[in-house]
């Protein structure tokens, strides 16, 4: 943990240069629009430790496998979050000296990632070996509105000499990925062309074909007149670059601006990708630098709209949770429904894959609540189209039926290999289902399930029907050999999660089912056929959702987390000595299984999403049970926690439980930032606070709220998109408002009342001092 | 599977030369002498596929560990089986074209490895590509009396033609390993020097510091003439040979004798080696090929005086029972108490390490039976040697007291990296211990356990006394989190027995303490002051002992492998389509691990191992139940379940059994000969035999036999060691004779009758027709 950066409500600063934090900034200053994202590595030549990331979304590579053992099962590939040509690069020289900021003294140095418009600066002053100093202030950003655009600008002062100065914007494709498991680079060139008026590279991935092409251009002006240029061109194996150099006095400013498109085979044909590529450069450098960067605050502020959370009273607060909600819309904006969320987003390519269950669980609440519903439809189609592949998987692993949707995947097939969570934690198959479900449950767009929704819960339903089987000694069905969302169990015996999210899977396809049978049957006659679905298969769901097993504990009246839960020692969290904690770095494997210690919320993750069908003293029983066992070293937990905590009025814990995440990677607070940021728990602290501290769900059409305000702070509003409507909530200490910032009325229910919040309307109640 | 082997008493017999087998054959017609071992590659150039191997026992390399996915507690290296200098190599040339079997016909070709006197020889023809037919007649062992010293004639006679023949004997240091982890090769050349007289190369490993001398020299005679030699000498990178040509005549024969000493810094200080080698083979030399090749004969001889089983009436299963003998005999002498017998011996490089708990369950029996007392005790003080590493490796794994021995090892440290067999599999603690007992009750040596023995039990009691937890839930001491010997489940609650053999530890440790305060009190206050041993140790012991959990089946009256087995659905192997099987090669791994089959014996394991605790009714339910569902994917699993069914009266079954690993490689019976011999399964092929038709124990100081013979075998005899004597026990169709060719009187008991066998005796039983 290292807190270094500037609290303030909109901006992230680091206001002097550290090298040791150098990569952590790399990760948390990360700029990127759905489309393409970019660590902040610096743009001039960087000697120093940096890991260098230039990412377009859905361009992976299959790297091979690489195990200790090989298990029965395993994919041949893992799917790898591809580094891509460098395209902000430009080398600076003066008087023919290379500017790094690793070999000379940096003073001034500011960095700052403007999250209220969507782009990141730098600016400092180098004092070079000779003693020259040069003022540097580089802007950048990747347009949110023409997706294909990242545009920099780079204006250098001479602060106390008159020299030659020299740029030399360049794209190299040259790289390679940290991860790699064979040490190999994952490109090849197809072309390039250094030319006057641009350049061009065209690299594909050695295994899949994927092709990206970055095309070039750039514009110099002394003190903001244009300069002509006549630019030395060099090509070299996968590089171009352009070299202009220029006779600066003291204190003239050179500016430099470099305009690239980057363009990729999978939205282009391949002979089309240099003419695409240089359409789209084209029209952003005839548009202008400044005419982006407002379209870039523009297209922010209409995001913030939709989606930001307003705290008084707590900048730190304030600030962490804007990083979240910035980090979350740079990383997928829903405008491609091929795409999905990685566990890093674009700031890094530890882990790899895009696709975890993550998606259902934390970021689909994320993007109902906060942008127009059609966002977490793509999500959701998103895993309609990889339903033959889940089938395939689910073939794979011996299933005669049924489709098991993969732990960590780029295209549908699962790439993972680590047998205990890739063949075991099926659990993920039910966030599936329930994702459908609350996506339904939240647009109230019953229609999804005819055209895609019930294919799906169809096919994770077969699954879960084979994957249990009858206990004749318990004379119940179970399900055996699983991990549940607390990995720090592997393989055990009915997991009180998964058997309930299976059960209720098959509960909410049958109810489907029936609606559909009712409302649409001519769209369910067509389906139960395309289905080829058979009387026998939803009686056997009727039996199993009937005879299913559950693990209990009957004298404390709580859900066990699996078969055997209760022969473990029992001894809490706090009653470990620290230098114990977190278990994950000082204890072995087997000792942290065997222990009674809990990763991430298990048993009420299943209460925390069906929570409609647990009265409050269920939930507190095995919240009282559960929360002291729990260890939370997964970022992914303490949101759970705490918007239960908020439920049952546990209103100091609920604040513990999201001040663990509100500022994870601001604060490095797991001494990994580096390898890039948490960026899928960013929507689980987004979630503790409108779900928990604002109590929002959505039940019967309505938007219920029942919030609190943390005693650390003065007031809270946030902005959330409901069935059409964009509503302003506000919490403050004595009245809860709900201003409709549309013309379309929306149903909310506060404390219990029901109000009619009218088109540009607004509703105020007093708010509930109440505990619960 | 594959078949092409000739059948023979007393050799293995290969009648033509087929690439596609060449690799099998290397493995099979191996040969060791315990302190090294070479696989059965050619001497001359060959450029098919082949498994180059040369080991030296007890030198190995500690590859970098490679994983997936690191789980804490994993240790940093994989300790290999290390491939050395290439010492058997020579150059063959005809008119300078290279003998190469891979690039010409080859005409009568027979490699026969001689079990009776222990040598690998090979003839053939070779019909060279412009017609020059050669007769090459060679023959190579490794001495049983030297061990250091490995010889090879090697003749060959031009057949059709009069020219110059090459011979470049060679010593080639640039070797690989082919299970390297990062493709490294593990060699540095320390010295090297190519003389008129000898030639050496000493290595050293890159880690680890094991340095490794081979001294070569060599004669060549024509027509058994001495010739003068004026040999051609090179040195290159890791490498040495000497050339020398001969015009040679049509019907010539020339052979070159080449003697190598390969000698190590294990047994010489590291300024000695070339010295200590030169020594050894000037010695050898000396004394000549053909006496070297008698000593050889005579030390096989005294071998199979203690270890042969003679099977009447079925040659292939005489074969196939001699082969397995005669590797574990080269594998393991017990003259080194340093050594251990890896899973390969010296056929192979995979798996690595040199020892796992095979020594204990399997390879002990053996020794134990077939040699004298001090080898199998050597096996027993080499863990004894490793008790300070198998203490630490315990506190590694967060124990605060106690030894867990490793999974696998070279020097007493754990090696082995799959979380779910390196920390869970700690059964392998409990054979350790049952080894102990098992020597001292088969030998009445009880001197060893106040020398060795105790400290051993004690420091795993303690292991034990802290894995269990006590169970609230079940008011009984539990074992969580465990992977039984059946690895077909992992991390399991309860394995019966593992349990079963933790608490038999604890009941023996207090037992060995009980008798040593008795009868050695001076050295029982010695260890207890020594080990620090407190009574509320031994307390907690009782009390564990007293209030252990068992999982059981009472409606079946069965021992359950773990808790929940019963939730699985029971379906047996004979009712699996065929396609299934191997499981190992047919299922997804979860599949296997949530399915009902067993790889291996698990609760039988434990009914075998304390057989004389449980009655052949309790067995008979527990085989009853367990064999139908083990699919016997281990080939350490038939022998047991082959010796209970013969307890058992079940005699078909136990002859199925038996055939089951019988002749596993000479069959190549899982396809997977080529990568090494199945060495330590050999021992159980063996147990099958003699624990198992003839019903050999020991109890009570007497040496039981309740033999029966396979309806497939007229008789059988076999020669066993006893408390001093060599017994040859003789089951005839109907009278069993026990003669003792010792001096040395023996207690034997036949069919629950005693008998006294005097020095040079005899008795005989009538043997019994019934089924028990």
Redesign the interface.
């Known amino acids: 943990m290292r807190q270094y950066l500037k609290m303030d409500e909109w901006s992230i600063i680091e206001e002097s240069f550290d090298p040791s934090t150098h990569e952590i900034s790399e990760s948390i200053f990360s700029i990127g629009n759905g489309y393409m994202g970019q660590r902040a590595n610096f743009e001039e030549q960087y000697s120093g430790a940096s890991l260098q990331g230039s990412y377009m979304a859905g361009v992976y590579y299959p790297d091979k496998?690489?195990?200790?053992?090989w298990?029965?099962?395993y994919p041949e590939y893992f799917a790898k979050v591809l580094n891509s040509t460098n395209w902000i690069g430009i080398h600076v020289l003066l008087d023919g000296v290379a500017l790094d900021l690793a070999q000379c003294e940096v003073k001034e140095f500011v960095r700052e990632l403007n999250m209220k418009e969507g782009f990141l600066s730098r600016r400092f002053t180098a004092v070079m070996e000779d003693g020259k100093e040069l003022r540097v202030e580089a802007v950048r950003f990747v347009s949110m509105k023409r997706h294909e655009i990242g545009a920099i600008r780079y204006a250098v002062t001479p602060l106390n000499f008159s020299g030659i100065i020299t740029f030399v914007p360049y794209l190299d494709g040259d790289v390679k990925n940290k991860d790699s498991n064979y040490e190999e680079k994952f490109w090849l060139e197809v072309e390039k062309n250094a030319g006057p008026e641009r350049s061009y590279l065209t690299l594909k991935t050695k295994k899949l074909d994927f092709h990206v092409t970055s095309v070039m251009s750039f514009d110099v002006t002394k003190n903001g007149t244009a300069l002509e240029l006549q630019p030395v061109l060099v090509e070299n194996e996968k590089y171009v670059s352009s070299e202009v150099s220029f006779e600066t006095a003291k204190d003239e400013t050179l500016t430099l601006y470099k305009y690239v498109a980057n363009v990729t085979s999978r939205d282009h044909g391949l002979g089309q990708l240099v003419e695409a590529g240089t359409a789209a450069l084209s029209a952003a450098k005839s548009a202008g630098f400044d005419v982006l960067l407002q379209e870039q605050a523009d297209t922010w502020a209409e995001k913030w709209k939709g989606s930001d959370i307003i705290i008084e009273g707590d900048v730190s607060a304030q600030q962490g949770i804007r990083f979240n909600i910035f980090q979350l819309n740079q990383t997928y904006t829903g405008e491609d429904d091929r795409l999905n969320i990685g566990p890093k987003g674009f700031t890094g390519e530890k882990y790899g894959g895009s696709t975890y269950w993550d998606t259902e669980a934390y970021c689909v609440p994320f993007y109902l609540s906060t942008a127009d519903s059609s966002i977490a439809r793509n999500l959701l189609i998103y895993r309609y189209k990889h339903l033959e592949k889940a089938k395939e998987n689910a073939r794979?692993?011996?299933f005669t039926k049924g489709a098991l949707y993969p732990m960590v995947t780029m295209n549908g097939e699962e790439c993972h290999?680590?047998?205990?969570i890739t063949?075991?934690e099926i659990h993920r198959n039910g966030a599936i289902a329930y994702a459908i479900y609350n996506y339904v449950n939240y647009t109230g767009d019953k229609a999804y399930l005819g055209q895609y929704g019930l294919e799906v819960l169809a096919e994770i339903s077969r699954f879960w029907e084979e994957r249990v089987?009858?206990?004749?000694?318990?004379g119940k069905y179970?399900m055996?050999?699983v991990t549940g969302p607390n990995e720090y169990e592997?393989?055990v015996?009915n997991n009180w999660y998964t058997n309930r999210i299976a059960v209720w899977t098959l509960e909410y396809t049958l109810e489907v089912l029936e609606e559909l049978s009712k409302h649409e049957p001519a769209r369910y006659k067509e389906l139960v056929e395309k289905l080829g679905l058979r009387e026998e298969e939803t009686s056997k769901w009727k039996d199993i959702i009937a005879n299913m097993y559950y693990p209990l504990d009957n004298e404390r009246g709580v859900f066990l987390q699996q078969?055997?839960f209760?022969?473990?020692?029992l001894v809490p969290v706090k009653e470990l000595a620290p230098e114990h904690l977190p278990l994950?770095?000082?204890?072995?494997?087997?000792?942290?299984?065997?222990s009674c210690y809990i990763k991430q919320a298990d048993v009420l993750q299943g209460l925390y999403f069906l929570g409609d069908r647990y009265d409050l003293e269920t939930k507190k029983r095995n919240f009282d049970f559960y929360e002291p066992l729990t260890v939370h070293e997964s970022s992914l937990s303490p949101c759970v926690h705490s918007i239960l905590a908020c439920e049952l009025g546990y209103q100091e814990k609920a604040y513990e439980m999201y001040l663990r995440t509100a500022r994870l990677d601001l604060d490095n607070y797991n001494n990994d930032t580096e390898d890039g940021c948490h960026t899928t728990s960013m929507a689980g602290t987004w979630m503790a606070v409108i779900q928990g501290f604002a109590g929002l769900r959505v039940h019967n059409n309505e938007l219920v709220l029942r919030p609190f305000i943390p005693s650390h702070w003065k007031s809270f509003s946030f902005n959330v998109m409901f069935r059409g409507a964009t509503l302003k909530v506000s919490v403050g200490e004595n009245s809860i408002t709900v201003t409709n910032e549309t013309d379309i009325p929306a149903a909310v229910r506060i404390y219990g009342e029901s109000y009619r919040v009218e088109g540009h309307g607004k509703v105020a109640a007093e708010r509930s001092q109440a505990v619960l």
Request: hydrophobic share 30%; aromatic share 14%.
């Open positions: 496998t690489r195990v200790g053992w298990k029965n099962g794979k692993l011996g290999n680590e047998w205990e063949f075991e089987n009858f206990s004749k000694e318990k179970v055996l050999g592997n393989n015996n078969d055997g209760l022969d473990k020692e994950n770095q000082n204890w072995s494997w087997d000792r942290i299984l065997r």
